[in-house]
């Protein structure tokens, strides 16, 4: 039987519960046990694939094709496991799942109500990983305690809680305490509000976690414990840390893990193994090498639009012993006489992936100029469209050549939509979703960063419409672009590459996603390191 750990947050948003429950699920994990994480997200949007960016950040995808919230990024980075569909799931969701119930008159002629329906599918959904035989299941509760949105979810939990035994769940409460500089003390009265909320639901949390940027004092939490009815050993703080990599630590630090094991009666079956997550650190934060990346997007006023590119940059820059600088270039800017003032101080250059055609000429210009200045380059799904644009405009010397998704009367549509995308006109759910098998063509650059633990065989995840015109095949080798990684199934190109350039790589799936701290991505791992040698040989050349 699974364990079950609920976190709920208070007081504000955006104070890092899928960070804490990551970093609790990884220590539980570094003693042996199997732990996963599941996210439940207020909203009515069945999932957050149709969600703008700007809005809701980027849109992680699933080995099972789920479009979830970049939380379950988080979850597998610090994990190193691979989540599915079951660990997301929204509001949305659940309506769409009991309304379609009724419509199949499961209810028997009941009124279909918020309590027992709604609540009963929210408790079904946080069983539902139960099969899998986890020693511990993390639940999150999206949201901040006290919004509408939030109510049904702590129903369901308060009704959890009676129907399981005290040992076998347990809450945790992440919340705020601000420093007011004018008084010049820690104020903990939002958080007795926000406890207060949670306890007007039924739920007396067993662990308080205080987000704070200096350390409270232990008066302070001898004041949480006794107006929030939690024990004082089990109110934890939880001060700014540099990277987020380095919360486990300091989870631990507090003794969360214990605190969680004791609570829950675990058979840890190892002591702490932080091994490789340590070594991790240190390489991140002690490198000997620093490159600069741009990276071409049309979000880049906003990171968390590009999260898992930037974190999979930290894991194969820290495999490196490598800083990275990440200079985000907004595509709508980039014109003739700006790309080479940005890039001359530039060591690799990343196309983001993306969609419709708002800046797209821009990152089109922004690869030729890598292509010909030798520049290191990695292109991601729409990154990767747009080189293979380039190459057949500026190298096989066609014109009018385009994506049909940017122009649909192109002559030349190298890329153009997937055959099964044709007849689909509803958005959500409906791209080309989840991981693929892709075969690597021996001899060529990809064969060789993956490796030999792949031996040619690699399961990358897709999220798009548009893919490499097979009809414009013929061209590409004999013009000097090699079809490097290819879909067995239905030959769709999944990989292109410059044999001639020092790293010149588009994929048209997400590398990113498979990134982990203790598994960095060797696609990027292998950028990084030209971008190392590109510098280096730059530099040769300057003190000539
Ligand atoms: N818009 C492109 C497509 O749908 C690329 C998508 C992406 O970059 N994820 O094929």
């Given amino acids: 039987m699974s364990k079950f750990i609920f976190v709920t947050g208070g007081v504000t948003s955006s104070l890092g519960k899928g960070i804490i429950s990551s970093s609790l699920a990884k220590l539980l994990q570094a003693r042996g046990l199997k732990v996963t994480i599941q996210k439940f997200d207020p909203y009515i949007n069945v999932d957050p694939g149709t969600l703008n960016p700007y809005e809701h950040g980027e849109c992680f995808v699933t080995d099972d094709g789920a479009e979830t919230d970049l939380d379950l990024g988080h979850y597998e980075r610090f994990l190193n496991i691979s989540t599915s569909q079951a660990n997301n799931v929204t509001t949305g969701r659940i309506y769409q799942t009991v309304i379609n119930k009724e419509r199949e008159g499961d209810f028997l002629g009941k009124t279909v109500q918020i309590i027992p329906h709604i609540t009963d599918e929210i408790k079904r959904r946080i069983k539902l990983l139960e099969k899998d035989d986890y020693d511990v299941i993390v639940t999150e509760l999206g949201g901040t305690v006290g919004d509408i949105e939030s109510l049904p979810y702590l129903e369901a939990l308060r009704q959890l809680k009676r129907e399981l035994k005290n040992k076998d769940c347990l809450v945790i409460h992440l919340t705020l305490i601000p420093y007011l500089k004018a008084a010049g003390e820690h104020k ?3 958080t007795q509000h926000s406890v207060k909320e949670l306890q007007m639901a039924g739920i007396i949390p067993d662990v308080l976690v205080c987000r704070t940027e200096s350390h409270i004092s232990e008066e302070i939490k001898e004041k949480l414990a006794l107006f929030c009815n939690v024990e004082k050993s089990n109110v934890i703080e939880a001060v700014d840390a ?3 990599y380095r919360v486990p630590i300091l989870m631990q630090e507090e003794e969360l893990d214990k605190i969680v094991i004791d609570h829950l009666h675990l058979e840890p079956k190892k002591s702490l193994d932080l091994t490789k997550w340590n070594d991790f650190l240190h390489r991140y934060k002690h490198p000997k090498a620093e490159v600069n990346i741009i990276l071409v997007g049309k979000y880049n006023e906003l990171a968390d639009a590009y999260k898992s590119i930037y974190e999979a940059l930290d894991h194969a820059g820290a495999e490196n012993s490598c800083k990275i600088n990440v200079v985000p270039i907004h595509s709508e800017n980039l014109d003739d006489t700006s790309l080479p003032l940005e890039i001359h101080k530039i060591h690799g250059l990343i196309v983001a992936p993306g969609f419709g055609d708002r800046g797209i000429e821009g990152k089109i210009k922004a690869v030729q100029y890598v292509r010909e200045q030798g520049i290191p380059f990695l292109g991601i799904c729409l990154g990767m469209q747009c080189a293979v644009v380039e190459f057949f405009r500026n190298v096989v010397g066609l014109s009018d050549v385009s994506s049909t998704e940017v122009n649909p009367e192109a002559a030349h549509p190298v890329i153009a939509l997937m055959s099964d995308q044709k007849d689909i ?17 021996k001899g060529t650059k990809a064969f060789e960063i993956y490796g030999a ?4 065989e690699i399961y990358e995840r897709h999220r798009h419409r548009y893919e490499f015109n097979n ?3 013929g061209y590409l080798e004999k013009h000097g672009m ?3 990684g290819v879909n067995p199934k239905n030959d769709l190109i999944e990989i292109v590459e410059l044999p001639d350039h020092p790293f010149f790589v588009g994929v048209q799936f997400h590398p990113e996603y498979k990134s982990r701290v203790e598994e960095p991505h060797p696609l ?4 990084v390191q030209s971008a190392i040698n590109y510098k280096d040989d730059k530099v040769k050349l300057n003190t000539l």
């Fill in 242 to 244: 540099d990277t987020i």
């Fill in 471 to 473: 009809a414009y095949k």
């Fill in 188 to 190: 903990t009265k939002p």
């Fill in 482 to 484: 090699i079809p490097s």
């Fill in 425 to 441: 006109r509803q958005k959500g759910g409906t791209m080309r979703l989840g991981a693929y098998q892709c075969i690597l063509k």
């Fill in 453 to 456: 633990p792949h031996n040619g």
């Fill in 524 to 527: 990027f791992v292998s950028f």
